[in-house]
């Protein structure tokens, strides 16, 4: 297969990479990122060295008319579309920049993979889709209306009916994944887990939003990306697949956790205020995945947990590159969203 993956520069693009070339050492991958700030400067040329000549990146934003030249030239047979703002602060802050590439950007890609043609086109959406769920509440399916909260959750929700629309339109091979939230190693250390163990192993205070009872439904990386080549190689056009390790957990019980693998003190947790329209519970079920694809998770929230702490604490040098101030300064310079109103305790 000739895969073009975007924002393969980025946490589970990056991790997708890794195992297809891996699983299919025949294949050819191309990945296509423009390298915003969740691009981590040393993750292009880690593909580089692993991928040889399987490997090739354009430096391209996924909303550039130069994608369909690229789907031509490199005589693609799949997309898997990862490329997206992705962090819902942020998009809090500034919704252009999700409603620019979430939106405006997939919609770019979908018309270049019509008018190449026979090209099938792994979308790759979240849980966030769904909106929020009560405690008590049956976990979603793929028929369950969207309802997002957040401009990031609202763009994912265009993108994701945009894409539907194409496959219904004109019959194009298009599929959706849903997945819920991944950790693991090589993920910005803006997002909970990451940010979490970075901060208690600097001994900073580790932000809780609200009250802490929020549940996030948690997935190794790796289960995710086995469940979006499942659904790559056999999955039906048109159908929407969720993915999920069914590990729901309050945020408050999954910190405290983090910091007793640390063996940290549970001090550290500082209680901050919330986020806007924050989320209180997100749960997927995964039935139709595992019943008609045949895909489960290999990993649980314990082995997953313990693998990506030992792995902060091993990589110190690649989180410390990312959180120190001059990085966000050249950003800041050259990218939307602007970062300067993150708090302190982000960066
Ligand atoms: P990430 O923020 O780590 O990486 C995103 C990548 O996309 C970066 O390399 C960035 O440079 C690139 N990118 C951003 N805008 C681009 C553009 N306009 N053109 C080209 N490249 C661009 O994100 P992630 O956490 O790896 O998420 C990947 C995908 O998976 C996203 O679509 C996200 O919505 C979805 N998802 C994420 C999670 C999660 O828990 N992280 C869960 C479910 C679904
Ligand atoms: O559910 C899938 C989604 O998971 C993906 O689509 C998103 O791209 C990804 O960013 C993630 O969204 P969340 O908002 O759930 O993830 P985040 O890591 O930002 O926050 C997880 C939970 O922890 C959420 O309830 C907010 C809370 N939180 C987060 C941060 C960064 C805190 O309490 N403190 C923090 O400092």
Known sequence: MRLLV???????????????LNQYPQSEVTNLDCLTYAAHPDTVDRLAQLGGKKYSFYKLDIGDSAVTQILKDRKI????????ETHVDRSILDPQAFVKTNILGTQNLLQAARTVGKIRFVHVSTDEVYGSLEPGDPTCTEATPLDPNSPYAASK????????????????????????????????????????IANALEDKAVPVYGDGKQVRDWIYVEDHCRGIDTVLQKGKAGEVYNISSSAERLNIDIIKKTLGMLAKSESLITYVGDRPAH?????????KIRTELGWQPRYSLEEGLKATVDWYVKNQDWWKKVRNKDYFKYYQANYQPKVSDLSEAQL
């Open 157 to 196: 929700a265009g993108a994701d009916l945009l894409a539907l629309a194409t496959q219904r339109t004109y019959q194009q091979d298009i599929l959706i994944t849903r997945c819920t939230n991944n950790y693991g190693p090589y993920q910005f250390p803006e997002k909970l887990l990451p940010l979490v």
């Open 6 to 20: 975007t924002g393969g520069a980025g946490f589970i693009g990056s991790h997708f990479i890794e195992y297809f």
């Open 279 to 287: 989320d209180r519970r997100y749960g997927l079920n995964p039935e």
């Open 77 to 84: 047979d799949a997309v898997v579309n990862f490329a997206a």
